[in-house]
């Protein structure tokens, strides 16, 4: 990218853009992966689609109802999961069929031509404004403030959630706020992104981080390093190839992912845990190393 393009203002705000929701996607993306919950980006992507369908249905502000659609979503998942005894991820997969169902009756509602409702599928990070820009910039700095602020809870509700709630940790609250944060991440990256991409920018760089350290601080601190990256060359490759940004970003950050796990010293670990399992293991009829044959009279184990 030609540096004399960066005087542009819609490219200003691209950038920063980038930035803020690569950290903001990566740090809520830290819990997604490490708490398992793979699940929650699509429900919540499909969530502010739906409701950004009905404020282009309703001519109101997509990105208002984008929102409120979120963190409706995220209410309604922790108490159902927890009320109705689910895991979290039954929950969210009644959540994302209803919000998938709201998010093709309003399109199908809707008169003329759907061009603007087709665009919020991919996004455009070209096109955001000020205002965008603010929004994530405002919900990035309410991300990185909680993680560091309850970083010790945070890092206990991972380990075991259970665990945590026993040794006086609010657990359901920091659940409920891991909803909500997420609800609200995708939400403010969603113009940029796009409705069905964005639940891939929130996975793929905390999944490659995850696969080159073992230590939490880390792990936040690669994750937001892999996701503006993907933003950035993201960027760079889609003004290149005169291609869609959101689209080249989410192909930039599996990219990443995958070099991360070629790398991985876990891949190595694994291999080599595997390794020791096969030689401690006897061979059928073999005796285990150690171990002696029982005497004619005694008993045979069972």
């Known amino acids: 990218m030609e540096l004399s393009i960066l005087q542009y203002k819609f490219v200003q705000n691209a950038v920063v853009a980038a930035l803020l929701g690569g950290v903001a996607c990566s740090a809520v993306g830290v819990f997604v992966v490490t708490m398992r919950l793979g699940f929650i980006g699509v429900c919540m992507s499909h969530a ?64 003329g031509p759907r061009t603007q409702a087709l665009g919020l599928l991919w996004g455009s990070i070209l096109t955001v404004t000020d205002e965008d820009v603010l929004l994530l910039a405002l919900v990035c700095l309410v991300v990185v403030a909680l993680v560091a602020l309850f970083f010790k809870e945070v890092q206990a509700v991972i380990f075991h959630r259970e ?21 609200a991440t995708i939400a403010a990256s969603f113009k940029a992104i796009g409705g069905l991409l964005i639940f891939s920018l929130i996975s793929n760089p905390a ?11 880390r792990l936040f601190l690669l994750a937001a390093l892999f996701g503006v990256l993907s933003g950035w060359l993201g960027l760079l490759a889609s003004y290149a190839f005169n291609a869609p940004s959101g689209a080249v970003i989410i192909v930039i950050s599996t990219l990443i992912f995958a070099v991360a796990t070629l790398f991985s010293p876990k891949r190595r670990v694994k291999a080599w845990r595997g390794e020791l399992i096969q030689e401690d293991v ?9 171990a002696t044959l029982p005497r004619d009279g005694e008993a045979r184990a069972t």
């Open 163 to 183: 665990l945590a709630l026993a040794v006086g940790i609010p657990a359901g609250a920091i659940f409920y706020a891991l909803l909500f944060l997420t609800g």
């Open 48 to 111: 502010a689609f739906a409701g950004a369908l009905l404020g282009v249905f309703l001519g109101l502000d997509p990105l208002a109802l984008a929102f409120a659609f979120s963190l409706l979503a995220a209410a309604a998942i922790g108490p159902l999961a927890d009320q109705a005894d689910f895991s979290p991820d039954t929950s969210m997969g009644i959540v994302f069929s209803l919000m998938l169902g709201l998010g093709f009756l309003f399109m199908g509602l809707m008169p």
């Open 207 to 217: 999944a490659a981080a995850y696969q080159l350290t073992y230590s939490l601080k």
């Open 282 to 290: 006897p061979a059928p009829g073999e005796a285990q190393p150690g």
